[in-house]
């Protein structure tokens, strides 16, 4: 298969709360290939949302070893991991996260702003270009403000997209659309899976699974499941079944 | 530009945040004008007193343990005068002075005014100039002759019905005048004494038929120029001891001022109100820092998530520390910038409203510029550094 974007050796996550000590993460190990869409499923307190910051370089495990895309995370400084991320990492969440009053061009634009080597123009023209393949070129200086979640979601994605990260890491990106919106966003996200991006969906909606290559399931901090989904399903049909709304 | 968005978002805000440094700037600028005004123009008049002009009195000395006032002293003799015409090669100019009030009468017309007795480099000196007529000549001082020169509030004060003065003869007290000319008016100067209200006569006139005296009061004189000036006190010094005869360890019977001395002496007094209005000024500034600060910790802690965003997508904590800094830099140099020209149209308005003196000077602009600009990144700092500091998983989730 193809190459190892994500390597996680025997994650552990330990917090302090008070006197205690919890533990988040309890010797996570998995790794992921290229072009893989993997969801991650578990219930809260499962330690998934410990995970999704491991994975996204935001946080640093207590032991183990984390590999994002043959680079060692885990001994990283606040600065190399913010570069690192930059460079890596699309972020998607489940709220948007979009800048107020800001173009939805501008918005596309920001990590790239963070990123020294990529000029103005270049910035414009990537930009524009990630919006387009998410279906938003005629929306280009749309404010966030004057656009619908499903539409706000999208410039987030397009804004994940625009570093042409390693991996795409969506947070319950669903998680505040309605159903049909829902499924145009996995439709999306299916079309990118089939163009060869990895993706990683943290949800604890176990549908969502059904549309991934592959669903690792998480419990009390420890990988309880962890299948490759041999039938998956279209979501471009299951969206074509779904009533239409008159409204 | 990222920082320019931030503040054009909120427009209201950030014009208020700049209130507070438009108003310390605008009045620091204000302040030191109107100072710097008043400074200058005190300056001017003395300068048209003569910038280089030398004043020799006689000096406070003791006369057998009783300390005599200088008024009383009779240490400025005619030969001194003589000597310093003779020999200081640093003077340009000199006249010895002595001065009598009384009552001048034209007809039914009389005013008290002072006739100062000198010689004819005494216009030179002082920069006066004759309007109408002629200045004495040597062979009236020779002869004690009883002309005489008047100023403007004298004419206007004894020739009512618009007689031209000149030809006529007036009494100073009991002595009759012919007058030969007419000052050019002057004004007042800084202190406040009409300089118009004079007569001059020849100095022998005053001394021998006003005062009946044979020593002077003072000796005028002026410097090659106004660098020379202490070069010719040095000078003056040194004929006046040797004439004196006074020994290695007296102190002088005299004493040397010049105007130099005197503009230093009268601008001190503006100086210091300058430098408390602009201490004034400058507290207002530090209060428009402080809004700054407190404006950019209300923003950090409102843009908290969209912080846990820009670093959750690559941006380090400088690019955030930056961000902020810049933000509040915007805002009080853009507020600075304000300042100045509210600072200079309301220096305008006092000197067209209360017809004050005001000098803008490039320096205090240049200064109250950049000390509100070091104000924002002084103010800026520490909210920043706050929102450099944040942890982006818990920034993208504060709500």
Redesign the interface.
């Known amino acids: 298969m193809g190459k190892e974007v994500i390597r996680l050796d025997n994650i552990r996550r330990d917090f302090k709360v008070g006197d205690e000590i919890v533990h988040a993460l309890r010797g996570v190990s998995f790794t992921i290939e290229e072009g893989e869409f993997v969801t991650i499923m578990g219930t809260s307190g499962s330690g998934k949302s410990t995970l999704l910051?491991t994975l996204?370089c935001?946080?640093t495990p207590t032991s183990g070893e984390y590999y994002l895309d043959g680079v060692s995370v885990r001994t990283m400084g606040?600065?190399d991991r913010?570069?690192l991320?930059?460079?890596k990492i699309g972020?998607i969440?489940q709220n948007y996260?979009l800048?107020?009053?800001?173009t939805a061009i501008?918005n596309v634009e920001?990590?790239l702003?963070?990123?020294s080597s990529v000029g103005s123009k270049e910035r414009r023209e990537r930009a524009v270009e990630a919006l387009k393949s998410v279906g938003l070129g005629d929306r280009l200086l749309h404010k966030s403000n004057q656009m619908s979640g499903g539409q706000m979601q999208r410039v987030a994605i397009a804004?994940a997209l625009v570093?042409n990260p390693a991996v795409v890491l969506a947070d319950e990106a669903t998680g505040n659309l309605d159903t049909r919106t829902s499924f145009e966003i996995l439709v999306l996200f299916q079309r990118l899976h089939a163009e060869g991006r990895t993706i990683i969906f943290v949800t604890h909606n176990p549908e969502i699974a059904q549309y991934s290559s592959r669903n690792i399931t998480l419990r009390d901090g420890q990988v309880t499941g962890d299948v490759h989904n041999d039938n998956i399903l279209d979501a471009a049909e299951a969206l074509a079944k779904l009533p239409v709304q008159n409204d | 530009m990222i920082a320019l968005k931030a503040l054009s978002n909120n427009k209201l805000r950030g014009f208020l945040t700049m209130l507070g440094i438009i108003i310390g700037v605008g009045s620091v600028i204000t302040m030191l004008a109107i100072g710097q005004g008043s400074k200058k123009s005190i300056q001017a008049e003395i300068s048209e007193m003569g910038s280089n002009m030398i004043m020799i009195m006689p000096g406070s000395n003791r006369m057998g343990g009783v300390k005599m006032s200088s008024d009383d002293m009779q240490s400025l003799k005619i030969q001194d005068y003589e000597s310093i015409l003779e020999k200081a090669a640093y003077v340009q100019c000199v006249s010895p002075l002595v001065q009598s009030s009384s009552q001048a009468i034209y007809g039914a017309n009389n005013t008290p005014t002072s006739a100062y007795g000198v010689n004819a480099d005494y216009l030179e000196i002082r920069q006066y100039k004759i309007s109408d007529g002629e200045m004495f000549t040597d062979q009236d001082i020779k002869t004690a002759a009883k002309v005489c020169i008047v100023g403007a509030t004298v004419v206007s004060n004894l020739f009512t019905n618009g007689e031209n003065p000149l030809g006529k003869t007036i009494r100073f007290g009991s002595i009759p005048f012919r007058i030969i000319g007419v000052l050019e008016s002057k004004g007042y100067n800084s202190m406040g004494m009409d300089q118009d209200d004079m007569i001059i006569a020849p100095y022998t006139t005053v001394q021998k038929r006003i005062l009946a005296i044979t020593y002077i009061q003072e000796i005028v004189c002026s410097a090659l120029s106004e660098e020379y000036t202490d070069q010719a006190i040095d000078e003056i010094t040194d004929i006046l001891r040797s004439n004196h005869k006074l020994k290695e360890d007296a102190s002088d019977d005299f004493e040397i001022r010049s105007q130099e001395e005197m503009s230093s002496m009268m601008t001190s007094t503006s100086d210091l109100m300058t430098t408390l209005l602009a201490a004034v000024a400058a507290i207002s500034l530090l209060v428009g820092g402080i809004g700054i600060m407190n404006i950019m910790y209300v923003s950090v802690t409102e843009r908290t998530k969209e912080i846990g965003l820009r670093m959750s997508i690559g941006a380090r904590g400088r690019d955030i520390l930056l961000q902020f800094l810049i933000e509040s830099m915007l805002l009080s140099i853009t507020g600075g910038l304000i300042g100045v020209l509210f600072g200079i149209g309301a220096a305008y308005v006092v000197k067209f409203l209360a017809n004050y003196p005001i000098a803008i000077q490039a320096w205090t602009v240049l200064l109250s510029f950049l000390v509100c600009t070091a104000t924002g990144i002084f103010f800026g700092w520490y909210p920043a550094k706050k929102a450099a500091n944040l942890d982006p998983i818990e920034a993208i989730r504060y709500e």
């Not at chain 1, 800048?99 to 800001?102: D, G, P, Q």
């Open positions: 910051n996204g935001l946080d606040k600065n913010a570069v991320r930059n460079r972020f969440f996260n800048l107020a009053k800001t501008e920001l990590p702003l963070y990123n804004r570093n």
